[in-house]
């Protein structure tokens, strides 16, 4: 028979429930860390019935190792914005970084069975399915500069090297960029399929439009040219108009503080990922009918 000090620490190391730690020593005779992995193992088959829910909520984050110049940027999942904001989805988040970090992980396979354990216990604790979605590892150079930028506790999280030292431009820039989401650098970053896939778009554009019928092909041209950068000037970083200051682009503030962007990364919780839609009708006859 379970006794009482032993469920009492058997819930501060798991989180369970008071009845899953009793069922669980009783099975394991009361030893606490058999009755750990007991309770793991039960975690894993809940897991099991989660996975074709949807996690699109979580966390970015950011890691920064002082010592190696190297950040961790990353992206952890759960069901609900409540469990978001838990103190122990919080340091799930936390643990997985550093983990990460620690063991130079650097693909998403080996990510996942080095945070396995984390995960495991964090979902048995929260109830939730809860996934590690993408992380990358950003390293400054000797000389240059890094600088971050947290939105919202993590909704977005931004990152983003200079050339040259300068923590507040770095930092500035790193603001602009959770604001403006560019995708290049600069146009010469730009994948050439997308140019070409662009430039047919708007040369046919261009030939359907009955007021530039009469020019020649040489203006035609340059036309189009001017079309297609504008289209990707919204999402080019240097193109862009800086967010603290519309009179210049970003551009143009790197010039005059003689700077570049090497790299940046931008994590948006839940981009792209298909978000849960609650039907409150359907979540009481589920809960109604036991399911």
């Not at 819930?11 to 009845?19: I, L």
């Not at 990510?111 to 950003?138: P, Q, V, Y």
């Not at 849960?276 to 006859?285: G, L, P, S």
């Amino acid at each position: 028979m379970a006794n009482i000090a032993a469920i009492k620490t058997l819930r501060e190391r798991t989180g369970a429930g008071m009845m899953d730690c009793k069922n669980a020593l009783d099975a394991c005779d009361n030893d606490v860390d058999k009755a750990c992995d007991w309770l793991r193992e039960k975690g894993i088959a809940k897991q099991a019935k989660k996975a074709d829910r949807i996690a699109a909520e979580g966390l970015t984050s950011i890691k920064v190792c002082e010592k190696c110049h190297k950040a961790l940027i990353s992206e952890v999942n759960c069901e609900t914005d409540f469990v978001a904001h838990s103190d122990a989805f919080k340091e799930l988040v936390q643990n997985v970084d550093s983990v990460l970090l620690e063991k130079g992980c650097t693909t998403l396979e080996e990510a996942k069975a080095a945070t396995e354990n984390l995960f495991t216990d964090a979902g048995l604790k929260l109830g939730e399915k809860l996934s590690l979605r993408r992380f990358t590892t950003i390293e400054a150079k000797d000389g240059e500069c890094m600088g971050s930028y947290v939105h919202m506790g993590g909704k977005i999280t931004t990152v983003v090297i200079l050339k040259k030292d300068n923590p507040e431009l770095a930092f500035n820039i790193a603001v602009h960029i959770a604001a403006n989401s560019p995708k290049y650098i600069t146009e010469a970053d730009i994948e050439p399929e997308a140019l070409t896939k662009e430039k047919e778009i708007q040369a046919e554009a261009v030939k359907n439009d009955e007021k530039l019928k009469n020019k020649p092909a040489q203006a035609l041209e340059k036309i189009i040219e001017g079309k297609v950068h504008k289209v990707f000037a919204e999402v080019t970083l240097v193109d862009q108009e800086y967010l603290i200051d519309n009179t210049k682009t970003v551009g143009q503030l790197l010039k005059e503080n003689d700077n570049e962007v090497v790299k940046f990364v931008r994590y948006q919780v839940g981009e792209g990922l298909e978000k849960r839609v609650d039907n409150f009708a359907e979540e009481v006859m589920a809960q109604a009918s036991g399911k």
